[in-house]
């Protein structure tokens, strides 16, 4: 139902929130698709950049590129205010409804499959109701 960029932007906010770095390497991101992701959620007020003298003195082990980048950012508002729908606008990614909800979403994405499972089922409803002789 959503697309691996929406669930990527999601890991990046919970990371940037956490300060943890630990879901969004999950998704092996290039470091320029990443930029452009990050840009977006700027764009979209989700996200802001740190004053340079806000940023975490370097250790003397060399981070991974995402974790620089994510370092320079925080959020705008706490994790907890953020929904999905503020993600899906500000990256613009579309929401998959052409197929019902697989079981394996249910299993990977706990309490919040439920809504998006029924979420998905009404959309599927919804627009096997528009008959196109009602164009």
């Known amino acids: 139902m959503l697309t691996l960029l929406t669930q990527t932007a999601i890991a990046v906010l919970y990371d940037i929130s956490f300060r943890e770095y630990?879901?969004?390497?999950?998704?092996?991101?290039?470091?320029?698709?990443?930029s452009e992701l990050l840009h977006k959620l700027e764009s979209g007020g989700l996200i802001r950049r740190?004053?340079?003298?806000?940023?975490?003195?370097?250790s003397e082990l060399k981070p991974k590129p995402e974790t620089c980048m994510l370092s320079s950012y925080e959020l705008c508002r706490p994790?907890?205010?953020?929904?999905?729908?503020?993600?899906?606008?500000?990256?613009?990614?579309?929401i998959n409804c052409k197929y019902p909800t697989p079981e394996s979403f249910y299993t990977h994405h706990g309490r919040v499959a439920q809504k998006?499972?029924?979420?998905?089922h009404m959309v599927r409803l919804f627009l096997n109701d528009i008959k196109l002789s009602d164009w």
């Open 116 to 120: 998006m499972g029924v979420a998905n």
């Open 50 to 58: 740190l004053p340079e003298e806000g940023l975490e003195p370097s």
């Open 79 to 94: 994790f907890h205010m953020l929904s999905l729908l503020d993600v899906i606008e500000a990256t613009g990614e579309p």
């Open 22 to 34: 630990l879901q969004s390497v999950n998704f092996h991101l290039p470091e320029d698709e990443l």
